[in-house]
């Protein structure tokens, strides 16, 4: 019998997360589940184990983490590199948005740090194993990277005075961009996409200030779309033979387009270097 696939999906606590990480269980894969609550990383885990049977040679690992603090993100590379050697798929879909402007233990825009820079350090920090399994980084990103344009200078700072969801969309906007870049640098051994989930009922929005929080206070949310809806272009394109373009965004399952300011080589290479600076790495 092979190997399993091993599967990282961060966010995996609740949402959309947890929905992929029990579609890839349920289609045979390895899931490492990445959450920020222990209780609800664990409640999780323990679901999928229970799925299986116990001779199941498919393995669900868990991990607490905190993306607000780039030293828990270290040491999850860390385990996960000493662990498996090989590592399928990727799935960078830990994500927030913050009503209020607030700095990370690291001292860096919150938005900014869990909607982007842990992604981007973890998926770096985890190069050997990608490479090695030629897999695929697929990101989260959303549709809200639509409301407002990236600076041509790119910052880890958001523009003054805050907004929740300016920043919010700036930080989707990154996502893209980190696609676009990381699929240029690492083919072709590792391919790279991004894609919106499209409104979602998650405990996302409940928590979110803005035009998400108020739609849930509305009860918009009623309309959106379930968690597993949610997750299944990100099954997709973790696991689909063809129909995906590597570098791109999508949406229900399919190639889609997103805004200039998501596109440009030029920002998506001054990000890339703005992170690796950020989190001490050689671009």
């Not at 349920?26 to 920020?36: E, Y």
């Not at 999928?48 to 393995?59: F, S, T």
């Not at 906007?173 to 980190?178: D, G």
Request: aromatic letters at 8%; a positive charge.
């Amino acid at each position: 019998m092979s190997a399993p696939r091993t599967a990282v999906v961060t966010g995996a606590s609740d949402g959309i997360g947890a929905a992929a990480a029990r579609r890839l269980h349920r289609d045979g894969w390895r899931v490492v589940v990445v959450g920020r609550s222990p209780d609800k990383t664990a409640a999780v885990a323990d679901e999928l184990e229970r799925q299986g049977h116990p001779d199941d040679h498919r393995a669900v690992e868990r991990h607490t983490v905190d993306f607000a603090r780039l030293d828990d993100v270290r040491a999850l590379a860390g385990t996960l590199l000493e662990r498996h050697p090989r590592i399928d798929v990727l799935a960078n879909n830990a994500g927030a948005s913050f009503p209020r402007r607030t700095t990370t233990a690291d001292g860096f825009e919150t938005t900014f740090q869990v909607d982007h820079l842990a992604g981007y350090l973890l998926t770096r920090l985890l190069e050997e194993p990608l490479r090695a399994a030629r897999a695929r980084v697929v990101t989260t990103s959303s549709f809200m990277h639509r409301i407002g344009p990236l600076p041509r200078t790119v910052t880890a700072d958001p523009p003054r005075p805050y907004a929740g969801m300016l920043a919010y969309s700036r930080a989707k906007t990154m996502n893209a961009l980190f696609t676009r870049e990381l699929a240029r640098r690492w083919a072709p051994d590792v391919t790279a996409t991004c894609y919106t989930p499209g409104a979602v009922a998650t405990s996302f929005g409940a928590r979110s200030g803005g035009l998400s929080g108020l739609a849930w206070k509305l009860g918009l949310s009623r309309s959106f779309r379930t968690p597993a809806q949610g997750a299944d272009t990100l099954v997709w394109l973790a696991t689909a033979a063809e129909g995906w373009r590597n570098g791109g965004f999508h949406a229900d399952r399919a190639t889609a387009p997103a805004m200039p300011w998501a596109t440009d080589d030029r920002r998506a290479r001054d990000l890339w270097q703005l992170s690796a600076d950020a989190v001490g790495l050689p671009a």
